[in-house]
C-alpha cells in the first residue's frame, strides 16, 4: 500500500513537472514576441527622429518602457513556473496552484529592484535614438567611456564562444550559463560538460564558476542580445566603408 502511495505521489509529481515545463515553453514564446516588438517599436522610434518628430519619439519610448513592464512581469511568472515545477511535492490536501504561483510571483517581485525607467533595454533605446543625431557622443549625464562600453559589447559577457572560438552572432545554437551568464555553442560546451564528469569548471580563463547540463540554456533575452550585436556589427562595417569612400574622395582631390 506504502508503496502504491509512493508511486502514484511520484507520477503525479512527474506531471506537474513536466506540464511547468510546457507552460515555461508557452511563456518564453510570449516573452520572445514581447522582445520583437520592442525592437520593432526601437526601429520605428529611430526613423522617426530621423524626421525630427520629437513628440512621437517620446509616446513610443513611454510604450517601450510598458512593454518592457509586461516583459518583467512575464520573466517573473516564468520564474514562478519553474520553482513551482521543481519542488512541487504532493501532499494529504489538494494543492491550491493559484496561491502557490500567487506566492512565488509575490516573491519573485519581492527580489527584483528593477524600475523599468532603468532597464537596460529602455537604455539601448534612448540610444538608439540619440545616436540618430549624437553619435559617439555620450549621453546627458554619461561619460565617454560609458559610451565605448555599451555600444561596443552590450549586455554581452564575452562576444565569442571559449571553445568553438566562433563569434557568438555565429553560433548555430547559442545558450547561456545560469550561473555566469557566459555564452557557448550548445553541442560544444554539452561535450565539454560530458567529458568533465558532468560538471565542469567554465572554461573561461577567470571564471571560477561550476557548469552542469541543466544549467546551461538559450533564453529570448539571450537571442535579442545576440541580434542586437549582429545589427550592431552591420552599422559599424557600414560606417567605416563611408569613411572609407570619402578617404578615397579627399585623396582624390589632392
Not at 508557452?26 to 524626421?51: S, T
Not at 568533465?196 to 557548469?211: E, F, R, T
Request: proline share 5%; net charge negative; hydrophobic share 35%.
Amino acid at each position: 500500500m506504502a508503496s502504491t502511495s509512493a508511486s502514484r505521489a511520484g507520477g503525479v509529481t512527474g506531471r506537474i513537472r513536466h506540464a511547468a515545463v510546457t507552460l515555461q515553453d508557452d511563456n518564453q514564446a510570449i516573452v520572445a514576441e514581447i522582445l520583437k516588438a520592442f525592437g520593432m517599436l526601437k526601429e520605428v522610434a529611430v526613423a522617426l527622429e530621423k524626421d525630427n518628430q520629437t513628440q512621437k519619439v517620446k509616446e513610443l519610448e513611454k510604450a517601450a518602457v510598458e512593454l518592457l513592464q509586461t516583459y518583467e512581469d512575464c520573466m517573473h511568472f516564468s520564474t514562478a513556473i519553474k520553482s513551482v515545477g521543481d519542488t512541487y511535492e504532493p501532499g494529504p490536501e489538494l494543492t491550491d496552484f493559484g496561491k502557490v504561483f500567487d506566492h512565488e510571483i509575490a516573491k519573485e517581485k519581492s527580489n527584483s529592484s528593477t524600475d523599468p525607467q532603468n532597464h537596460p533595454l529602455v537604455r539601448q533605446f534612448r540610444e538608439a535614438v540619440w545616436n540618430v543625431h549624437h553619435c559617439g557622443q555620450p549621453m546627458p549625464g554619461e561619460e565617454q567611456d560609458d559610451v565605448i562600453m555599451t555600444s561596443t559589447q552590450g549586455n554581452l559577457l564575452n562576444v565569442t564562444c571559449p571553445l568553438s572560438g566562433k563569434p557568438v552572432t555565429e553560433l548555430l545554437a547559442p545558450v547561456r550559463s545560469v550561473e555566469c551568464k557566459h555564452i557557448y555553442e550548445k553541442e560544444v560546451i554539452l561535450h565539454y560538460i560530458r567529458s568533465k564528469g558532468g560538471n565542469s569548471k567554465c572554461p573561461i580563463g577567470a571564471c571560477p564558476k561550476v557548469l552542469s547540463a541543466d544549467k546551461v540554456s538559450c533564453d529570448p533575452m539571450l537571442l535579442y542580445e545576440i541580434e542586437e550585436m549582429r545589427s550592431m556589427n552591420k552599422r559599424n562595417a557600414a560606417t567605416e566603408v563611408v569613411e572609407d569612400f570619402t578617404a578615397l574622395g579627399e585623396e582624390g582631390d589632392d
